[in-house]
C-alpha cells in the first residue's frame, strides 16, 4: 500500500473522497487511488483539474460501471 496509501491520506485531508483498489499487474500487486463518485462529467472534470494542478497527478476520468 505504501506510497498509494500516503497519496489516499493526503488527497482526503484536502478534501476529496480518496480510496484504494488494490489489482495486478504483471505478476506484481498495485494500488491505484481513485477520487470520489461524482454525480456529472463536469464535477468530476473539476476534481481532476484540481488535483493535476495542486497535487502534480495524472488523471483520467472514468464512468462507473
Do not use: C, H, M, P
Not at 500516503?6 to 500487486?29: M, P, R
Not at 477520487?35 to 462529467?41: A, I, K, P, T, V
Amino acid at each position: 500500500e505504501g506510497r498509494a496509501g500516503a497519496l489516499k491520506s493526503i488527497l482526503k485531508k484536502n478534501g476529496f473522497d480518496a480510496f484504494l483498489v488494490q489489482t495486478e499487474l504483471a505478476s506484481q500487486e498495485w494500488y491505484r487511488v481513485f477520487l470520489g463518485q461524482y454525480l456529472d462529467e463536469q464535477e468530476a472534470q473539476k476534481a481532476a483539474d484540481i488535483a493535476r494542478s495542486q497535487f502534480k497527478l495524472n488523471v483520467v476520468i472514468r464512468k462507473a460501471n
